[in-house]
């Protein structure tokens, strides 16, 4: 059965909770057992084992320092939601950003594609705005 979008809100808002606080116990527990996670730009791609998703968020937890997020919008579909925010905080680790040894208080859009099953996050899609990242963090795009 279809979540409701305030249901589908309920679940995000806890993961992002979660999120916020650098709780990895409740952000694996908030993702269905199979879960699919990517973040874009991200150099591992797609991950579906939860030991190395777990250790992606313990990664970002260290790279990252979120101060706040503001909801943009939100669109909902039988079983999925897309979520577009702008995120503020600081980067301590900029190579998860391609921004190798740079860090600094940066501003970005953040869209996530979220499905769902069994009342879980089955697949947690988000691309970050990487040209401001690195605009803000002096960071050259060239590769």
Same mark, same amino acid.
């Given at each position: 059965? @279809?979540?409701?979008?305030a249901e589908m809100?309920?679940?995000i808002d806890?993961h992002?909770?979660y999120? @916020?606080? &650098?709780?990895?116990d409740?952000?694996?527990?908030?993702?269905?057992? &199979?879960?699919e996670?990517?973040?874009?730009?991200?150099?591992v791609?797609?991950?579906?084992?939860?030991?190395? =998703?777990r250790? !992606?968020? %313990?990664?970002?937890?260290? @790279?990252?320092?979120?101060?706040?997020v503001?909801? =943009?919008?939100?669109? !909902?579909?039988d &079983?999925?939601?897309?979520d577009?925010?702008l995120?503020?905080?600081? =980067?301590?680790d900029?190579?998860i950003f391609l921004?190798?040894g740079?860090?600094?208080?940066?501003?970005f859009?953040?869209?996530?594609?979220?499905?769902?099953a069994?009342?879980?996050i089955a697949r947690?899609?988000a691309w970050? &705005?990487l040209?401001? =990242? %690195?605009? %803000?963090?002096?960071a050259?795009s060239e590769?």
């Open positions: 059965m @279809a979540l409701s979008p809100d309920r679940v806890e992002f909770g999120e @916020a606080s &650098d709780d990895v409740g952000v694996m527990a908030s993702l269905a057992p &199979d879960a996670h990517e973040v874009v730009p991200s150099p791609g797609a991950l579906r084992d939860p030991a190395r =998703i250790a !992606y968020y %313990q990664r970002l937890f260290g @790279a990252v320092k979120g101060e706040s503001t909801s =943009i919008r939100r669109l !909902y579909g &079983d999925f939601m897309v577009e925010t995120w503020h905080g600081r =980067i301590e900029g190579s921004c190798d740079r860090s600094g208080p940066v501003s859009r953040l869209l996530h594609v979220f499905e769902f069994e009342g879980k947690e899609a970050c &705005d040209a401001a =990242i %690195q605009r %803000q963090l002096g050259s590769r």
